[in-house]
């Protein structure tokens, strides 16, 4: 579908009350149309309650924008799920300017829902309400639920943040292994 197509369809269902998301049932990560960006988040939850969420941006191209990975501390895989869409969004809020638009893209349907209700204008609580103004900042944005295969990348940085926070940008220097499994 076309951007301008799925964004008009999400309006429609938010006003609706349908918090479906849009869900795309490949397998392999897709690239954004020209213009916009896409930004896989995920989030981990370690036994030890210590969690990562982690975010990866990237372009039209598949060029890796952007990489971030938070650790904390959480007993919850869908907050923490849904904390790293938050900051997946304000990660690519840089690029707010230049773009057409935005694709967050996660594999956890509780927080694809809860990202479609606050980008519908439903939210509760400081957290919410602090998404709620980077969605308004942000050109479009579209909430994708995707296979968990295709949620790679941003597996990785969740997991890895569990021990190690990573905090990359394009230009950046980056270790070749976390270089060559973060870009495929």
């Excluded at 981990?44 to 990866?56: E, H, I, N, P, T």
């Excluded at 990202?115 to 308004?136: C, H, P, Q, W």
Aim: proline share 2%.
């Amino acid at each position: 579908m076309q951007p301008s197509v799925i964004i008009i369809q999400a309006k429609h269902d938010a006003l609706l009350g349908n918090w479906n998301v849009h869900r795309n049932h490949q397998a392999l990560w897709t690239s954004p149309l020209i213009g916009w960006l896409k930004v896989n988040f995920d989030g981990s939850v370690q036994d030890s309650y210590w969690a990562g969420l982690g975010c990866v941006a990237r372009d039209h191209r598949g060029d890796l924008l952007a990489a971030k990975g938070i650790k904390c501390h959480s007993r919850l895989v869908d907050m923490t799920e849904s904390r790293g869409a938050f900051a997946g969004l304000a990660v690519v809020r840089s690029f707010f300017i230049s773009v057409t638009g935005i694709i967050l893209e996660g594999d956890s349907t509780s927080a694809c829902d809860r990202a479609n209700r606050i980008l519908s204008g439903a939210y509760s609580g400081d957290t919410e309400a602090s998404f709620a103004k980077v969605i308004m900042e942000a050109p479009r944005v579209v909430i994708s639920l995707i296979d968990r295969e295709a949620n790679t990348v941003a597996d990785f940085v969740a997991k890895f943040a569990c021990d190690n926070e990573l905090d990359w940008g394009s230009g950046m220097p980056l270790s070749q292994n976390l270089f060559r499994i973060i870009s495929t």
